[in-house]
């Protein structure tokens, strides 16, 4: 069998590469065999004219079992699809697959072979299992075009078929698209359990092919084609994706025959677009086009004017994206709403690169890191405008007759020095990284652009001050603005009356405004930050429910922060140990960060306290975790911490790390979901209390050969039967006990693991038992080093 499931590879091995020359002929008739068959079965099958249904069928069955065909059902179908293949009733075959006629023909056989690999409905649930006994991604793929087959052959009038994959008229589905398989059966009437998608894929091509005809209108919307030559016919085809265009003649399939097979198609993507001129005459509202790294960089991959699309083409289209492509304008005759133009270096600097066909019309604007210097005149219509990594825009690179509607600007990293005035709709405005904002003395943004205003992000900028009277602000973000006034001046009260979100992350301010509704305050690495009630004014963190102080010289969280949930103090080394949480803080916090402290212990009352982060904390106090702060805890990561040992009073955790935490003791009672514990030493044995672990990671503990060693029994009892998860890269690992619902292992870098006996990973006499996975109806699968 072996042998065969090889050889019923080279199909795929042919089409992977571009440079093969496809076979792209017409469709052999009906009657035609599909993939050849062994004389005698075939001769038996041709000749019978007088069999009933169920003879036929028997027949049919038969010839399954002992042929080429059998190979294909073989590669897909487990033993115990087999079996109940071989099960059914000469009667049950014939009403299922529908030979109920006097003659078997291999046409006969080819679409019943459809029907037989439709039969088993959880065939779904097996795909991935499928795809890994045959090799992978490209199984995967192979598995997935049948199912695709197997559809379009059962119903080839159907409503909408959603499919990806198409190779001249063949269709299948591309690996990454099964979500499209499964909307496909429902848009044809089939439930997901109805519905098979095993099958070999190109033996299903081919009978689809038999079946169907070359001249059969096929109801697809979508489809996705690598190198096409020529197209079925497509009535309904909708949108087209187009992969891999590297010769002059790409396009030669959409000449004005294939364009009558196509009438209705109106998106169009191009990936791998190498400036073959795109054919006339598309009735287009969606374009996309990818360039790819090669064209990028390649000068002869450019294409000068408008040309590259014909007006024709052009007419009706509403969005356009150009990746990577060496454009210098775009379309002539485009009435353009949404234009995407990212990493195109050639385009032309003046406002001529967008045509006057679109300035009316255009509402969204992306050009980023390209050369574009500006927006142009009279675009009226403008809601969005995006320039990131632009170096070239000029002083005035937005005309006041096209920024009257703009509500969001986004120019992160681009040469914007200053913000246009009477820009009265303008809500969002991202300008992080803009070397030169705020260098000039001149006020960097005009009031009449900030009345508005509700998002401001200036971060990585020289600015110094923010503007007044932007009473509608709510975020606002300063991180590494350096040069901000040192007093609270640097933002006026006028703009701060609205302000939820604050973030300042590394910046030069020394305190923040009063009276400010925050929610989120971030004031990681502010080192000017000193006493805490000069800092942090009571009247602007009532309302505060996360906050951030990492890194600063703060000696307490603000004791007005009543509402707080979210607190992180990692690296606070001068916080005071017995007073630095403040007692009416700790009722409402339910996520704690300590990372990198010297606390010793945490304070009690922290009744709602659900996440708790200590990686290399000093907790070295016997009760560094009160009995009253541990009750509602869900998740806890100590990886790297100096703790002694765990409570005995833990309740049910989600998650526990205690990598590297080389003196931990694990209390003797612990139910854990998910249990990291890379890189010890000490423990000989995990606690036989410990229980209901489904993830568990001992990866680079190498304890004696003892843990994970040697003895089945180092996985507690009350784990074996929930484990699901074991990664033991770099351990100890020989063996392991029997674990039914076990469905992966990392078993890499593992040198002392047992023989793998002469059945393979599942022999009794291998590391693996053969009951693991058992409950799960899938082989286990297995990472381990190549031999």
């Known amino acids: 069998m072996e042998g065969a499931s090889q050889d019923l590879k080279r199909p795929r091995a042919a089409l992977d590469g571009a440079s093969v020359d496809i076979d792209h002929s017409p469709a052999p008739p009906d009657g035609t065999e599909c993939f050849p068959e062994p004389a005698t079965k075939r001769t038996r099958a041709e000749t019978s004219q007088t069999r009933s249904g169920q003879a036929a069928a028997s027949a049919l069955l038969d010839l399954v079992q002992s042929g080429p065909y059998f190979t294909a059902i073989a590669r897909c179908l487990t033993a115990q699809d087999l079996a109940s293949l071989a099960s059914c009733s000469s009667q049950t075959l014939a009403a299922v697959l529908g030979v109920a006629g006097a003659t078997l023909s291999v046409a006969d056989a080819n679409s019943a072979l459809l029907r037989i690999l439709a039969l088993r409905g959880d065939q779904l649930r097996h795909l991935s299992a499928t795809a890994s006994r045959l090799g992978g991604a490209g199984a995967l793929d192979e598995v997935a075009a049948g199912g695709a087959a197997v559809l379009l052959q059962n119903k080839p009038t159907a409503g909408e078929i959603d499919i990806d994959g198409l190779r001249s008229w063949e269709i299948g589905v591309a690996p990454g698209d099964v979500g499209a398989l499964l909307g496909a059966c429902e848009r044809l009437g089939r439930s997901a359990d109805g519905a098979s998608v095993a099958g070999d894929a190109y033996a299903m091509l081919d009978g689809v092919r038999a079946a169907v005809g070359p001249h059969t209108p096929l109801p697809v919307v979508r489809l996705r084609a690598y190198l096409p030559r020529a197209l079925p016919q497509l009535p309904q085809l909708v949108a087209l994706t187009i992969d891999n265009l590297g010769r002059p003649d790409a396009f030669s399939f959409l000449d004005a025959a294939g364009r009558l097979l196509t009438p209705n198609l109106r998106r169009l993507t191009v990936r791998g677009w190498r400036c073959p001129a795109l054919p006339g005459d598309l009735p287009l509202e969606y374009l996309e086009i990818e360039g790819g790294d090669s064209a990028a960089g390649d000068a002869s991959c450019s294409a000068p004017g408008s040309s590259w699309l014909p007006r024709s083409s052009a007419r009706r289209l509403r969005t356009l994206k150009l990746e990577q492509v060496q454009v210098t304008r775009l379309p002539?005759?485009?009435?353009?709403?949404?234009?995407?133009?990212?990493?195109?270096?050639?385009?032309?600097?003046?406002?001529?690169?967008?045509?006057?066909?679109?300035?009316?019309?255009?509402?969204?604007?992306?050009?980023?890191?390209?050369?574009?210097?500006?927006i142009p005149p009279d675009c009226v219509s403008l809601e969005e405008i995006h320039l990131d990594g632009c170096p070239r825009l000029r002083a005035a690179w937005l005309p006041e007759s096209s920024a009257q509607k703009v509500h969001t600007v986004r120019a992160t990293k681009s040469s914007v020095a200053r913000v246009p005035p009477a820009m009265q709709c303008l809500r969002e405005l991202v300008l992080n990284g803009c070397a030169v904002l705020g260098n000039d003395e001149a006020q960097w943004i005009p009031l009449s652009s900030v009345q508005n205003l509700r998002r401001l992000e200036i971060a990585h900028t020289s600015v110094t001050c923010l503007p007044g009277c932007a009473a509608h602000l709510e975020t606002l973000n300063v991180s590494h603005c350096e040069f901000l006034a040192a007093d609270d001046t640097w933002l006026p009260l006028s703009s701060a009356g609205s302000l939820r979100s604050l973030v300042a992350c590394h910046s030069s301010i020394r305190k923040i405004p009063?009276?400010?509704?925050?929610?989120?305050?971030?004031?990681?690495?502010?080192?000017?930050?000193?006493?805490?009630?000069?800092?942090?004014?009571?009247?602007?963190?009532?309302?505060?429910?996360?906050?951030?102080?990492?890194?600063?010289?703060?000696?307490?969280?603000?004791?007005?922060?009543?509402?707080?949930?979210?607190?992180?103090?990692?690296q606070c080394l001068w916080l005071d140990r017995e007073h630095w949480l403040p007692e009416p803080v700790r009722a409402s916090l339910e996520l704690l960060v300590v990372s990198l402290t010297r606390l010793e212990r945490l304070p009690p009352g922290l009744t709602r306290l659900q996440v708790l982060g200590a990686k290399y904390a000093d907790l070295s106090a016997h009760d560094w975790l009160p009995p009253s702060s541990c009750g509602s805890l869900k998740s806890i990561d100590l990886s790297d911490a100096v703790v002694r040992a765990l409570p005995d009073h833990l309740p049910p955790l989600d998650f526990l790390d205690v990598s590297s935490a080389r003196r931990v003791v694990l209390p003797a009672q612990l139910r854990v979901k998910i249990l990291r514990a890379r890189n010890h030493s000490v423990w000989k044995v995990l606690p036989d209390g410990l229980a209901g672990v489904e993830v568990l990671d001992v990866s680079h503990c190498r304890m004696d050969g003892r843990v994970p060693g040697g003895r089945e029994e180092w996985i507690p009892g009350g784990c074996r039967t929930t484990l699901r998860r074991l990664v033991a890269r770099a351990s100890e690992l020989t063996r392991l006990p029997v674990l039914p619902r076990l469905e992966h292992v990392d078993a890499r870098e593992c040198p002392k693991l047992v023989a793998v006996g002469p059945r393979g990973a599942h022999s009794e006499s291998g590391w693996l038992p053969d009951g693991?996975?058992?409950?799960?109806?899938?082989?286990?699968?297995v990472l381990r080093d190549l031999v």
């Open 514 to 570: 009063e009276d400010m509704p925050l929610i989120q305050l971030d004031l990681q690495g502010c080192k000017n930050l000193a006493d805490v009630h000069e800092a942090i004014p009571a009247s602007s963190v009532r309302t505060l429910e996360r906050l951030t102080i990492s890194g600063t010289l703060l000696e307490a969280v603000p004791a007005a922060a009543t509402r707080l949930q979210q607190l992180d103090v990692t």
């Open 332 to 374: 002539e005759d485009a009435p353009l709403e949404d234009v995407v133009v990212e990493d195109c270096k050639v385009l032309e600097e003046g406002p001529e690169w967008l045509p006057p066909s679109s300035v009316q019309r255009l509402r969204r604007i992306r050009v980023a890191y390209s050369t574009v210097s500006e």
């Open 772 to 781: 693991c996975g058992a409950e799960t109806g899938r082989p286990v699968e």
